[in-house]
């Protein structure tokens, strides 16, 4: 078995407050491979945006280890991290004094090691690949919609052709028919690209729409990972209440058209 993109061992986060212990992970362990595009799913406080921090290299564990393409992801350094992981947040994080090429370049300006000329070529590269013409390039994010501020801010994460990619509500705050184009968008782009995706989202209709696995976090550990449907067929209290409850309705119709766990 070839190693995997990403190795979560016997993970431990705890954080400190108020003089306090607060145990948020124990024992958690979860492997990615190649190619996969795997969503954690839980409930609030169960720490799905801890953990990609952590496969970011921005928080350490307090005990087990996480290891990113063989290296342990805390010591990834600075360059390193964004050479092998891209990061698009929740609420797209552009920077508001830059326009959206700047903001595209950002990472590789951060580097130094390319000619400023070629740092835009590129940039210009990923904003046509995230479906923006050359007449957003130069326009400030306060002037783009919801739904081009993720695009750009999916062109940015892209930038340092990572293999790579964490997602953090990657369609909150759009609506349904935007929310729809940006899953085609991410969709199209993980198979073109030969990406490996981990994505947070609490969305159904994304999740069902782009996973191949999908992890479930509660009680602090792992407590379902494979489909759709084999998620969805465990009997676990939280997982009968987000995809069986009223909220799971649309999600009950479309698993009719996934794939059988098996």
């Known amino acids: 078995m070839s190693e995997p993109v990403v190795e979560i061992d016997r993970l431990w986060s705890v954080f400190h407050s108020g003089g306090a212990d607060a145990v948020i992970h124990q024992d ?25 921090r952590q496969i970011l290299g921005l928080e350490t564990p307090a005990r087990g280890r996480v290891t990113v ?44 090691t390319l000619p400023s000329r070629l740092v835009q ?74 990406l490996t995706v981990v994505m947070v989202t609490h969305d159904l209709d994304t999740l069902l729409q782009l996973s191949n696995r999908i992890a479930v976090v509660a009680d602090k550990h792992i407590v379902a990972v494979g489909t759709a449907a084999h998620v969805m067929a465990n009997p676990h209290p939280f997982i009968k209440d987000y995809f069986w409850g009223a909220r799971g309705q649309r999600a009950r119709t479309l698993l009719q058209d996934l794939p059988k766990a098996g």
């Open 28 to 52: 958690l362990s979860l492997r990615i491979d190649a190619g996969e595009l795997l969503s954690v799913v839980g409930g609030s406080g169960s720490g799905k945006t801890v953990l990609l």
């Open 121 to 194: 070529d590129v940039a210009m590269v990923k904003l046509r690949m995230v479906g923006l013409d050359a007449s957003a390039a130069y326009k400030m994010p306060a002037d783009l919609s919801g739904g081009m501020i993720k695009r750009v801010a999916l062109a940015r994460a892209l930038v340092m052709d990572p293999p790579l990619l964490l997602l953090d509500e990657p369609t909150a705050g759009l609506d349904p028919g935007s929310a729809d184009e940006f899953c085609a968008l991410l969709k199209s782009l993980h198979q073109e690209l030969d």
């Open 69 to 112: 393409l063989g290296e342990d992801a805390s010591r990834m350094g600075r360059a390193g991290a964004a050479s092998r992981v891209g990061m698009l947040f929740q609420h797209g994080a552009l920077f508001s004094a830059f326009n959206v090429l700047d903001n595209i370049a950002f990472p590789l300006n951060e580097l130094k």
